[in-house]
Every structure is written in structure tokens, then in C-alpha cells.
């Protein structure tokens, strides 16, 4: 038989005496003589015992003062829910200022960052990596952005920007604004330009930015936005059930509009100076002309049925597939056409040009085999995105013979996800790994919204998969990954049909083919400055462009705009679960290990605790006054 050792420890002992100390001295007058004498021999004779490391003397001296207290000095009602609450708002404010200026644990909700970080991992943030924070506002005591290095992953809180659903309460208590957990991209000054899932700049000095030749960027792609027509402002207003103007936002700033006149025409206005105000004069002359927009397309798969229904003009002189490959690409508003929205209402849209490759068995495969999704989970056959709720319905599409459960795909391997986060590898014979033409088109399609709505329904169709294709080198990717190389007879049919497409179009309705416009390097191999001062994305005084590594599946700067100064808070340190090869330091340029913010607040931390153990000691050994 095992017997629990109920013997107090030193350190509990001390905390009852002084704890007691404190209660005697505030109700000594409400005991008798003989009452006070007992407690004051008792907390004299107990403190010799701690001084003396008197384990026996001292547990027996606290557990008879815990006798005593619990008949004289019992408190009331009140004053333990009033100790209870002040010590409650002691703790929070302690953690508060702690976790604002200092150091907290965060916890990933969403799979913006993958595959860097994922759902449910556990991470320690740093507050003193680039400035000290003044708790709970949106400014900083002391800020070196020489600290903050391009590839970093930062935090920053989402207060005063345009995020939906930004409320939070910090420990149930306090309300407060989320945090964002993203990588560091663009700083002040900087412009930038975007080709073949790179970013290509020069900083606010015009000097060619050499971060993004560093692995943090070469092993992520970068795509330069969520949909090419963004944030749509539609107005409220309709003259002849066409509702009109429409004004399309990228980085969450105006960019182009679309009126319908008198006359039944549209007329089509361009920002490109980031001043707010639309002119038909601007430098850049169309819409896919900014940032690189012309360099990247929006993807699906269509079947042949699906193809024949909504890109009949591609069809003529193509090869009768199963499958092929729908590339839109192009926005521009020179093409602008009239269309039915998903909400019903007729408005002015972005016109597009719209490419087919035909999809063979082999390049299904090599697609799938590059396959990555959200994180999903199945039940009752229905796959729905993590972090969702499941809602039977006709949206939610089917997947045959997979148990219930949480799953992801990643570099074409499925893998399982169990409630902790930890993930493991399915069977080569498991049913998510076992290749079919169908499957691959499913999840290609809807594997990162899980949502039949982004299935090809009707022409125009406003709600397309988040999946994107570029060229690099004269190769065409999908998913970071080559899928069709330049030498593929499939990419080179492709390519003729598109230069013939180009050559008969005509001057009111003019065609661009998707090709390879190569990067922004002049004839010299150096970058080209100039084009990138013309067609780059400039990033404001104070402000800095903050991406997920998962461009499909991250609301970022592309959505709520650029991160003001102030909103940094801190930089991740260290991934503490699940354990995976994930564990430890993430994938980014290390922060600076010694710095004037970590220098000032690890002091302050270890003088409040010098101070702290140096106070208790004292107080142990002066004389109790009573």
C-alpha cells in the first residue's frame, strides 16, 4: 500500500505564515487576549522553524495555524468573492501586459500558412524581436524596422483595418482584437512585381531587393491576388435593373471602375498611383497590366460537357478530350461586359480571356501526383473544410468509400489528422490515394473550398477554385509544381492555338494569349528598374505587405490591405506541437538573437524578479510585528 506524503513544504509553509500574518493583523481586534496570544506564539514559533529548515516544527506550526484561521478568522461571503476577483484581475493584467510585451503561446486556427504552419500547431511569439509594444494600443514604445527582415513571420493584430469578424474576448473577459500570424514580404518603399510564383522588387532607395532570392521565398510561391476582380463595391442603385457603377479593390485600395452611361455603353476608369482617384489618363492602360496580374491565370478542370457549355469558343480547333484545363486570364477593362452576378443582379464585370489545354490521362496523374487541398473532414460521405461546420446540403461534395474523419492532402500524399493535430500518412491503397480521373478533377476543383458552388456551373461564373497557373522558364505550373513542360506537345498545340487566336482577333475585340512574358530582367541580365517603377506595387510610408504561405487559402494583404507600423506585434520563434520534421525553429530568416527591445524587457523581467525573491526572503526572516 502506497501512503501520500501530506508533510507541507518549506515554501508552503512560508506562504501560510505570511498569508496568515496579514489576515491576524487585519482582524487581530475582533479576538480576545488569549486568542491573540495563541496566534502570535504560534506565527513566532512557525517562522523559527522556516528559518531554521525545521521541516516537522514548521508543518505542524502552519497546519495548527490552518486550524485556527478556519475557526477565528474564517472570511465572510464577501470577502472571498472580493479576494477571488482581485486576484483574477491580477492574474489577467499580469498575463496581458506578459503577453503584449513580452512573450505568448498562439494557436494556428486556419490553414493560411501552410505548409509552413499548420491547423493547431502551437507556436511561442516573441514580443521584443523588433520593438516593445505599449500594451493594448497600436503603437510601439521603441520600433527598429532594420530588425524586421523580409521573410519573416510575424504577428500583428487586426484592429483598425478592414478584417471581417476581428473581435475577440481575451480570456472571456476583456474585448479585444485578433492577432494574424503571416510572413513579411514588403516593407516601406518597396516595390514589387510578381512572376512565376516569384516576387521581383526594389526597395525605397531603388536598389534591386536581393531577400527574395533567399530559400524563404524560392520554396514558396507568391500569387499577387485572391481573384482578379478582388473586392467588388457594387452600388445599390440599378438604372434598368443593371446595377452600375462597379469599382473593383486589390490590397483593399480602389483600382478600377466600370459605369454603365446614357447611351447603354460601359466606361472603364484605372488607379494606378495608389492616390484614390480614377482617371482615364492613367500611366498603366489596363487592368492585368498592374503588379503582373497578365503573368498568372485562374484554373479548373472542365469535363469535355462542361468545356463544350462554357468555353465553346476554344473548341474549334482543339482535340476532343475528356478533360481539359480552363486557364482565365487577362482582366481587363477594355473587354468589360454586362453579367448576372451570383447574387442575381446585373452589373458590369471584368472582361477575360479564357485558354483550354487538353488533360490526358498522364497529365491528370502528374496533377494529382502535385495534389495539395485545405484540411478537410468527412462524415456520412460528405467532405466539408476544417474549421467549418458540417451542413447537410447539396454544397458539400461527395467523396466514395472514405471513413469519417480529418484529412489533408500535401504534394500528392493524403494523410490523416487526429484531434491533437498530429498527422499521419495514409496507405498507398487507401482510397484518397488511389488515382481515378474523377477524383482528380474533384479535388482540383473544390479542394480548397470543399463547396459544390465553385464547381463549373454557368458561364461568367463569378466563384472559381482558388487554384492558379503561371509560367516559369517556358514551363507551365500548377500548384508550385511543373505539370506541362515547355517541350510537352500539349503545351506546344497550346501555345500555336493561342498566337492563331491572337492573329484573327480584331480590333474591337482584341486577345491576348497566356504565354510566357518572362521576368522583369532587361537585355543586360540585371533586374529592370524602370519596368518595375511602372507596373510594380508600391508600398506606403508606415506600411507593410504581410502574405500567407498558402496564397489559396489566405485572407492577407491582398484582401484587408497593407499592415500599418504600429499593428506588429511580434515575430515566431518556435513551433512546440504537434511533433512532426515541423518542430522547433520555423522556416524563415532567423531573428537578431541580441537587440536593444530583447535586451531592455528580458532586464526588466529578470530585475522584477530579482526584486521579487530578494523581497520574500526578507520578509522571511524580519521579525513579525504584530
Known sequence: MIFKNNTYSIHKCKKILHHVHRRYKKKKKSLTSIQQKRFENILLSLQTAILKKDKVAADRGAKNLEKLVSIHLKKSLFEQIFDGMFAIVFAIIFAIIVRQTWFELYTIPTGSMRPTLKEKDFLIVSKTDFGINIPLMQKHLYFNKDLLKRGSIVTFSSANMDIADANMMYFYVFPGKKQLVKRLVGKPGDVLYFYGGKIYGIDSNS???????????????????????????????SFDNVYSPVIFYQ????????????????????????????????????????????????????????????????????????YYLELTHHPSIKNAKIITDEMGRLRPALGYSTSLIVLN????????????????????????????????????????????????????????????????????????????????????????????YFSPIRKNQTLIPHRYAYFRNKDLYLMGHTIFKKEDPALTNF????????????????????????????????????????????????????????????????????????????????????????????????????????????????????????????????????
Open 207 to 237: 536598389n534591386p531587393i536581393k531577400d527574395f532570392d533567399d530559400v524563404w521565398f524560392e520554396k514558396i510561391e507568391h500569387i499577387p491576388f485572391i481573384t482578379f476582380e478582388g473586392k467588388v463595391d457594387n452600388s445599390t442603385k
Open 251 to 322: 490590397m483593399n485600395e480602389p483600382i478600377a471602375m466600370l459605369n454603365i452611361n446614357q447611351f447603354g455603353s460601359i466606361q472603364s476608369e484605372l488607379v494606378t498611383d495608389q492616390s484614390n482617384v480614377f482617371t482615364k489618363e492613367a500611366e498603366i492602360k489596363d487592368y492585368g497590366d498592374i503588379w503582373g496580374f497578365q503573368n498568372f491565370a485562374m484554373a479548373r478542370i472542365l469535363s469535355c460537357n462542361e468545356a463544350s457549355k462554357f468555353a465553346s469558343k476554344d473548341l474549334q480547333d482543339i482535340k476532343n478530350a475528356n
Open 361 to 452: 490521362e498522364d497529365s491528370l496523374k502528374t496533377i494529382f501526383s502535385n495534389l495539395y487541398t485545405a484540411r478537410f473532414c468527412v462524415k456520412n460521405g460528405y467532405a466539408y473544410r476544417y474549421g467549418s461546420p458540417y451542413k447537410t446540403g447539396s454544397f458539400l461534395p461527395k467523396i466514395k468509400n472514405v471513413e469519417d474523419g480529418c484529412y489533408e492532402f500535401e504534394n500528392g500524399i493524403a494523410y490523416k489528422v487526429n484531434f491533437l493535430g498530429i498527422t499521419k500518412k495514409l496507405n498507398k491503397d487507401h482510397p484518397l490515394n488511389q488515382f481515378s480521373e474523377e477524383k482528380t478533377k474533384l479535388l482540383f476543383n473544390l479542394g480548397i473550398e470543399f463547396n459544390n
Open 495 to 626: 501555345l500555336q492555338r493561342e498566337y492563331k487566336r491572337q492573329s484573327s482577333a480584331t480590333s474591337s475585340n482584341l486577345y491576348h494569349p497566356f504565354e510566357d512574358l518572362g521576368p522583369p530582367i532587361n537585355e543586360n541580365g540585371k533586374l529592370d528598374i524602370e519596368f518595375i517603377k511602372k507596373y510594380g506595387l508600391k508600398i506606403p510610408k508606415n506600411m507593410y505587405l504581410a502574405l500567407g504561405d498558402n496564397h489559396a487559402m489566405s485572407a492577407d494583404s491582398r484582401d484587408f490591405g497593407f499592415v500599418y507600423q504600429g499593428n506588429l506585434k511580434g515575430g515566431v520563434n518556435f513551433l512546440f506541437w504537434p511533433p512532426s520534421q515541423r518542430f522547433g525553429k520555423p522556416f524563415q530568416p532567423p531573428y537578431q538573437p541580441i537587440s536593444l527591445p530583447k535586451v531592455i524587457i528580458w532586464s526588466i523581467a529578470g530585475i522584477v524578479l530579482i526584486v521579487a525573491v530578494v523581497y520574500l526572503r526578507r520578509r522571511t526572516r524580519k521579525k513579525l510585528k504584530f
